[in-house]
Nanobody, 125 residues
Framework: VQLQASGGGLVQAGGSLRLSCVAS????????MGWFRQAPGKEREFVAA????????YYADSVKGRFTISSDRATNTVYLQMNSLNPEDTAVYYC???????????????????WGQGTQVTVSS
């Protein structure tokens, strides 16, 4: 499985961006795709996840109400719509895929099997 993320960029505080991540290769009927981010000097942190073949979504408290994760099963694509961005959202954003879904682990980066290359999001004040 390969993941290709896109959509990052530079935006002013209060603005919006939409990230996309396409999964190619063999995927099972049920898997999770998540978004994580890593700011300089910080650990990689969970942002949001969606279960394919179930539809459940999960968000970090810091983005709840501002970010929305959605998906297109036909194209194995997951999106992250990011609104009301602030400088604290500046980071490299990664998409990831968990092959065998364990709901209790969808927030843990170490439990994902495949990772995309990351896309930079920079929010200016």
């Amino acid at each position: 499985v390969q993941l290709q993320a896109s959509g990052g960029g530079l935006v002013q505080a209060g603005g919006s961006l939409r990230l996309s991540c396409v999964a190619s290769g063999r995927t099972s009927n049920r898997y999770a795709m998540g978004w994580f981010r890593q700011a300089p000097g910080k650990e990689r942190e969970f942002v949001a996840a969606r279960i394919f073949g179930g539809g459940a979504t999960y968000y970090a408290d810091s983005v709840k109400g501002r970010f929305t994760i959605s998906s297109d099963r036909a194209t194995n694509t997951v999106y992250l719509q990011m609104n009301s961005l602030n400088p604290e959202d500046t980071a490299v954003y990664y998409c990831a895929l968990q092959s065998g879904v364990i709901v209790s682990t969808v927030r843990r980066p170490q439990d994902y099997d495949y990772w995309g290359q990351g896309t930079q999001v920079t929010v200016s004040s």
